[in-house]
C-alpha cells in the first residue's frame, strides 16, 4: 500500500497547472483519509496481517475513504488540520503556504480534490476498498484494487509507490533547477530545498 506521504505526489502536479488550487488544502486533504486506519490501529480495531484485509473483522477503512466522504467529511477534517498546522510555526522547517489560510471555495475545492485523490490512488492497488459507501457492491461496502485482477496486491503497490517517488523527485528538482540549484540541494541543506519547493508550489493562493 502506497505511504501517507507518498500520495501528495499525484496532487502537486494539479498545483502546476492550475495555480488558483490551494496548496496546503491539496496536502492535506491528500493525506488525511489515512486518519482512519490510524485510529483504528491505536483503539485496536483492525491488525496489520500482511499484503491483504485487515485481520480484524471491524474494518478499518470505511466513510473517509469513499467518494462521499472525501468530498465531505475529509473536507472538513482537512480545514481543522490546516489551520492547526497554521499554528505550527513550520516555515522553521522550510514549510510554506500554510499561514493565514482562508477557507475559499478555492481551498474548499482542492480540499476535496485532495482526497478525492487519495480514495481513487488506493482504488488502484488497495485488496479492499469502501469507495461508494454506503452503497454496496455485490453485497458489500468493499471492492478490489483495479489493479488487482492484473498481479498480487504488492506488486500492484510497487508500482503505485515508485510512479509517486518519481513524481515527487521531478516535482523537486523542477523548484531547484528553476531556483538555480541543483538536487543536492536536498542533501546539503534539505530545510532550504524545502522551502524553495513549498514557497514554488504555494504561489498565488
Not at 502546476?16 to 496548496?23: A, D, G, Q, T, W
Not at 459507501?133 to 508500482?159: E, K, N, Q, R
Request: proline share 6%.
Amino acid at each position: 500500500m502506497t505511504l501517507t506521504p507518498l500520495h501528495i505526489a499525484f496532487v502537486w502536479p494539479l498545483k502546476l497547472r492550475f495555480r488558483k488550487l490551494h496548496f496546503a488544502a491539496l496536502t492535506v486533504g491528500a493525506v488525511i483519509p489515512d486518519i482512519e486506519p490510524l485510529i483504528a490501529w491505536i483503539f485496536g480495531w483492525s491488525v496489520f496481517c500482511g499484503w491483504d484485509f485487515p485481520c480484524s473483522p471491524v474494518p478499518d477503512r470505511l466513510v473517509l475513504h469513499s467518494i462521499i466522504g472525501a468530498i465531505t467529511i475529509d473536507a472538513i477534517l482537512t480545514i481543522i488540520f490546516v489551520k492547526m498546522i497554521g499554528k505550527l510555526g513550520l516555515q522553521r522547517m522550510g514549510i510554506y503556504g500554510f499561514t493565514d489560510v482562508k477557507t475559499s471555495a478555492a481551498f474548499l475545492i482542492s480540499a476535496a480534490i485532495g482526497s478525492l485523490s487519495h480514495v481513487f490512488v488506493d482504488w488502484l492497488h488497495h485488496p479492499a476498498n469502501p469507495i461508494f459507501w454506503p452503497f454496496l457492491v455485490d453485497g458489500s461496502y468493499y471492492v478490489d484494487g483495479l489493479l488487482l485482477s492484473l498481479m498480487a496486491v504488492l506488486p500492484a503497490s510497487t508500482i503505485v509507490a515508485t510512479i509517486a517517488g518519481a513524481i515527487m523527485m521531478a516535482l523537486i528538482a523542477r523548484a531547484l533547477y528553476k531556483s538555480g540549484y541543483s538536487f543536492s540541494l536536498l542533501l546539503s541543506n534539505p530545510t532550504k530545498a524545502l522551502s524553495l519547493v513549498t514557497e514554488s508550489l504555494g504561489k498565488a493562493n
